[in-house]
C-alpha cells in the first residue's frame, strides 16, 4: 500500500514538472511565430460543420422491437456406421487391424461417422414462419430446431438451400410470429453504423455492433456475391443472423468471417439482402435456384492494366478467357475485353458482373457495354444457365441420401495428366465416402467407362446396379474401388 502511494505522489510530481515544461516550450514557441512570416500561418480551422457529424449509435430500440425475430438455430446431422475398406487384405489378418487404426475415414469417431451438432442464426421475415439463414447452418442437417427468444422451440423444414450465394429458407409451423424489416444495400455507405443480432457460441440473442468498412468484397469461394465488409463482431453462431442499419432494417446475412485464430479478429462479411431475398423467393417458388452464364473468367481492372488497354479510368471487369461454345462466345465477347455495364447498369468492379450476371434468367438477352482496344461498342447476349456443381447425393442438396454420394467439378486443365479426363471429387459423403473415396480425388472411369465430365458420370450413376468398380487417381496411383450404392 505505502509503494502504491508512493508511485502516485511521484506520478503527481512529474506531472507537475511535465506542465512546467509544456508551458515554457509553449511560451518559446509562440514567440518564434510571432517572427515567422505571413507565408507560413497556420492553416484555417472550421468553427460551423454542418456534415460528416458522426453521432453516437444508440442501438436498444431496434434491439427491443426485432430482438423476437432472431432465432436460434440447432442442427443435428445424421449418423452412418462407417467400415474400413481394405479389399486386398482378408479381415482376419492381422494386418487388417494394423491398417484399419489409420484409415482416415475412421479418425476420430471410430466406428461411426457423424456430422456433429450445430448452431447457427436465422431471423422470421414471414409472419407465417418463414426463416432465412444461412445454406451452410442447415447442410447435412437430418434435423433442424428453431428456438425464439420466448423459449419455444419448432422443429423446421428446409424448403431449400443455395451453395453458391450461403442462403437457405425454413419454415416453422407457427402464426402471428415477430418479423424483421427488410432494407435496401445499395443506399448502405461506408462508415454507417451497423448491428448483428445472433447466437455467438450459443449465446443466443447477442448483439454487437460496428460500421460497414467496405462494400463490394469478393471471396474467393463466393464469385457469385459482393459481399458487405463490417468490423461487427461476428463468431460461430452468429451465422445466418441479420445485418441491422440504424433504422432497424436488415440489410445483410451475417456469413463468413476472416479469421487466422477462428475466432473475430474484425473482418466480418454480410451477404446482402437485396440477394439474399431474390435466392429466397426462387427456393420458396421452385425449391432451387437458376443462375444465369456468360462463360467467361474476368478479373479486376486496376491502374496498370487501365493504362494498358488503354482506359480513362479503373473500372469493369477484364475478361481474361472466353469458354467455347459458351454464351459469350457465340455474342462476339474476346479476351481482352472490358465489361463495363449490363443493361444500362454500370459495372465498377468485376464482382458486380458476376452479380447481375447471375440473377438475369437464362435465355433472356442482355446488352453489354464493352470497351474493346479503346474503343466502346455495345453486345447482345443470350444468356444461359450457370450449371451448378453436380450433386450425385442428390435429393434437395441438403441430406446425403443419393446413391454415390460425392460432389464433383470437371478437371481444370492444369490439373489433366497426358490428357486424361475425370472429375474431381469435392465432397465424398454416403456410399462414397464408406467405401473409402476421399475428396481430392479423381475419378477416371465407372464401371469401366471414361468419365468426360460431372454430367455423364451422374447419368452413370443413375443407371447403375447395386455395385459399381470406381477407378480413381490418388496423387500420382490408379486405384479401382468397389462400391455398394444405395
Known amino acids: 500500500m505505502a509503494q502504491t502511494f508512493f508511485r502516485t505522489k511521484m506520478t503527481v510530481a512529474v506531472a507537475a514538472a511535465l506542465a512546467s515544461g509544456f508551458l515554457l516550450s509553449e511560451a518559446t514557441h509562440s514567440a518564434a511565430l510571432s517572427t515567422q512570416p505571413a507565408a507560413a500561418a497556420l492553416l484555417p480551422i472550421a468553427h460551423d460543420v454542418t456534415a460528416g457529424i458522426a453521432a453516437p449509435a444508440d442501438f436498444s430500440g431496434i434491439v427491443d422491437r426485432f430482438g423476437p425475430a432472431v432465432v436460434n438455430i440447432s442442427v443435428t446431422g445424421k449418423t452412418e456406421r462407417i467400415e474400413p475398406n481394405f479389399p486386398q487384405l482378408d479381415p482376419d489378418d492381422p494386418l487388417y487391424q494394423f491398417f484399419r487404426q489409420f484409415d482416415p475415414r475412421m479418425q476420430p469417431r471410430g466406428e461411426g461417422q457423424a456430422i456433429p451438432h450445430a448452431e447457427g442464426s436465422g431471423f422470421i421475415v414471414t409472419a407465417d414462419g418463414y426463416i432465412l439463414t444461412n445454406a451452410h447452418v442447415v447442410d447435412g442437417a437430418n434435423e433442424v430446431t428453431v428456438k425464439l427468444t420466448d423459449r419455444r422451440e419448432f422443429k423446421a423444414k428446409v424448403i431449400g438451400a443455395d451453395r453458391k450465394s450461403d442462403v437457405a429458407v425454413i419454415k416453422i409451423d407457427a402464426k402471428n410470429l415477430p418479423t424483421v424489416v427488410l432494407g435496401d444495400p445499395n443506399l448502405t455507405k461506408v462508415g454507417e453504423p451497423v448491428l448483428a443480432i445472433g447466437s455467438p ?55 463468413q468471417i476472416y479469421t487466422r485464430t477462428g475466432g473475430y479478429q474484425g473482418l466480418s462479411f454480410a451477404i446482402p439482402i437485396d440477394v439474399a431475398n431474390k435466392v429466397q423467393a426462387q427456393l420458396v417458388t ?41 454464351p459469350a462466345e457465340k455474342a462476339g465477347i474476346e479476351t481482352g475485353d472490358v465489361i463495363i455495364g449490363v443493361d444500362g447498369n454500370p ?95 479423381v475419378i477416371l472411369s465407372f464401371n469401366g467407362k471414361a468419365i468426360k465430365d460431372p454430367g455423364q458420370l451422374q447419368q452413370l450413376v443413375q443407371q447403375a446396379g447395386h455395385k459399381a468398380a470406381v477407378l480413381i487417381q490418388r496423387n500420382a496411383t490408379h486405384i479401382f474401388i468397389p462400391v455398394e450404392l444405395g
Do not use: W
Not at 473468367?297 to 492494366?305: A, D, K, P, R, T
Open 347 to 441: 459495372i465498377n468492379h468485376s464482382v458486380e458482373l458476376s452479380t447481375r450476371i447471375s440473377e438475369l434468367a437464362p435465355g433472356t438477352t442482355a446488352k453489354l457495354d464493352v470497351i474493346r482496344k479503346g474503343e466502346s461498342r455495345s453486345v447482345r447476349v443470350l444468356i444461359g444457365e450457370m450449371p451448378s456443381n453436380v450433386d450425385l447425393a442428390q435429393g434437395n442438396g441438403l441430406t446425403d441420401k443419393g446413391r454415390l454420394g460425392v460432389m464433383v467439378r470437371p478437371l481444370a486443365p492444369q490439373e489433366r495428366e497426358n490428357g486424361e479426363n475425370g472429375v474431381v471429387v469435392e465432397r465424398s459423403t454416403g456410399a462414397a465416402a464408406r467405401a473409402g473415396i476421399l475428396p481430392g480425388d
Open 286 to 326: 421452385h425449391g432451387k435456384v437458376t443462375l444465369g452464364r456468360l462463360g467467361v473468367s474476368i478479373q479486376e481492372v486496376n491502374q496498370s492494366l487501365a493504362d494498358s488497354f488503354g482506359l480513362k479510368q479503373t473500372g469493369g471487369a477484364l475478361v481474361a478467357s472466353v469458354e467455347k461454345g459458351s
Open 201 to 255: 457460441f450459443g449465446f443466443e440473442n447477442s448483439a454487437t455492433a460496428g460500421i460497414v468498412s467496405a462494400k463490394s468484397r469478393t471471396l474467393p469461394d463466393d464469385p457469385y456475391v459482393s459481399f458487405m465488409q463490417t468490423d461487427v463482431a461476428v463468431n460461430p453462431g452468429n451465422s445466418g443472423g441479420p445485418l441491422f442499419n440504424l433504422k432497424g432494417e436488415v440489410i445483410g446475412i451475417n456469413s
